[in-house]
């Protein structure tokens, strides 16, 4: 099975950078997703982590180390609608299940 | 390209009731997804067909609650009798060939059961 941890709740304030960090304990890891999912709407894909380092997609970015278990997603430059739940979900074991863990509620504030 | 719809969007119901949620994938996707997520958490996987065959049900609750994917395209999910602690959000999701892949979500269904 998979344990996946992050903060329930974060603030941050427009223009600023935020990283919301996400630890995992799991057998047979394969990769590590992030999605976005604000209020009321489906999670829609942010990042998907299989090796090791800092992947970059404009504003948003994700880290993985696989040895601490161990991933964050790092926005930059916020703007109110980055206001939503960030889910961090694990992929492991031969048919790659994902588990996703609670989410984590941003609100960005003027 | 259409993504994956669901229907009805939401539903209210009375405990004991039966209901039925709808999802079309998108075209071509082989795996499919049911998700249930209460208010406040993450998506909680309920069933994964690859195809017509369903190859991870372990969380689903067996008594109540029952799938198809008739032809490996659309899919039903049912739950009979509801109860209270059903109210969710049931969501669908898909992805083109293996699990692990980017899932694509559907806009969900809402379930009241009062």
């Known amino acids: 099975g998979q344990n996946i941890d992050q903060p329930t709740e974060m603030t941050a304030t427009e223009g600023a950078i935020v990283q919301i960090n996400c630890t995992y304990q799991t057998s047979g890891f394969n990769g590590l997703f992030w999605y976005q999912q604000h209020a009321g709407e489906a999670p829609t894909f942010l990042s998907y982590n299989v090796l090791d380092g800092l992947e970059e997609k404009g504003r948003f970015s994700s880290f993985l180390s696989r040895s601490k278990g161990y991933s964050y997603l790092l926005l930059k430059e916020l703007q109110m609608k980055d206001s939503a739940s960030y889910l961090c979900?694990?992929?492991?074991?031969?048919?790659?299940?994902?588990?996703f863990g609670t989410g984590t509620k941003l609100q960005v504030i003027p | 390209e259409a993504g994956v719809v669901q229907s009805p969007r939401y539903k209210i119901i009375e405990k004991k009731q039966p209901v039925a949620f709808w999802c079309n994938p998108i075209?071509?996707?082989?795996?499919l997804y049911w998700y249930r997520q209460n208010l406040g958490q993450g998506p909680e996987l309920l069933i994964r067909?690859?195809?017509?065959?369903?190859?991870?049900d372990s969380q689903l609750p067996k008594d109540r609650f029952s799938a198809e994917r008739l032809k490996g395209v659309d899919s039903t999910l049912k739950i009979q009798p509801a109860e209270l602690g059903d109210s969710a959000v049931y969501l669908c999701?898909?992805?083109?060939?293996?699990?692990?892949?980017?899932?694509?979500f559907g806009p969900g269904t809402r379930l009241l059961v009062l």
């Open positions: 075209s071509g996707h082989n795996t």
């Open positions: 067909y690859e195809n017509e065959e369903a190859v991870d």
């Open positions: 979900a694990g992929s492991s074991g031969g048919y790659q299940k994902v588990t």
């Open positions: 999701a898909s992805s083109p060939g293996q699990a692990g892949e980017t899932q694509y």
